[in-house]
């Protein structure tokens, strides 16, 4: 892989969607792919949690159990077993069964809800994963308890790191964590600059735009590395409000620059992402793709040092 490929602006399909060195997406019963954020090294402690239950494969509607309630963004812990994700908030044929089931102790990022529906609670939702992940989890909808009130999803004590002062601390967040943790907040980086060798060379036929925040084969501006470790560069992407003019560093160390980098996730832009295909179909649904951009840590401004 060259330094482009792992560099500044592809982190929608690198660090987000699942290519280098990520499971790539597989396909689910509903026909389309799902993904799985994972964290090189998972930023959240476990916690003890609620007694563990199980809904089974495929849990029957309850008329009364409105179920625990979460905010947008939270991020919660899964306290049961074989808990079925669905394309869409109700128990019916057109909410298509999602593989594979969620299983204690995992967590999942609140994307939207609650929906009241087939007497359930209802939330949308990203599974993080973690080292161990080995297959792609399904974004979708999840019930939050069962109708005796036994939770499936609990509330969690999130271990929150420090916010990030080095590209190296910053590597080792998922997108999730850092936008579930930081959200809009800016953070401050010391950093250096490369020119990348190579544009990622591949179309994998459909795209996301605006392409300087969510595009799957961009031209990379700068590779942004690490202080410290060669090789470790950040996945992120250049506002184009960024006046970059001044920076004209080299391909090899010696030619690096050293500078200070602000960024963010949940950049403004975020909630405009969208697909577009050019000649396959998109393989996610329009909630994903703008979560996808929501936990891309966008570099806002770059200073020298």
Known sequence: MTRANRGLSIVLLVGIWGCAGQPAPVASPSGSPSTSFVSPTPAISPVPSASVGSPGANPEPSADSPGPLFAQDAIVDVVTHDLRVRSLPEVSDASKKLEPLLDAPGRVFIVDGPVEASGYTWYEVAPIGDADTTVELPFGWVAAADKDGTAW?????????????????????????????????????????????????????????????????????????????????????????????????????????????????????????????????????????????????????????
């Open 153 to 305: 999803l609990a509330k969690t004590a999130v271990d929150c790191p420090a916010p990030p002062t080095s590209v190296d601390e910053l590597w080792v967040l998922s997108g999730l964590v850092g936008l579930g943790c930081f959200g809009g907040s800016e953070i401050g980086i010391e950093a250096r600059l490369a020119a990348p060798e190579a544009t990622c060379g591949v179309d994998i036929g459909w795209t996301v735009e605006p392409e300087w925040l969510g595009g799957t084969c961009p031209q990379p501006t700068f590779l942004v590395e690490s202080t410290n470790t060669i090789g470790l560069p950040l996945n992120a992407t250049l506002d184009p409000d960024v006046d970059v003019a001044a920076f004209k560093p080299g391909v090899e160390p010696a030619d690096w620059i050293d500078v200070r980098i602000t960024g963010r996730y949940d950049h403004p832009d975020s909630e405009a992402c969208h697909g577009v295909s050019h000649e396959n179909p998109v393989p996610y649904v329009p909630e994903q793709t703008v979560l996808g951009c929501r936990a891309t840590f966008a570099i806002t401004a770059i200073a020298m040092r």
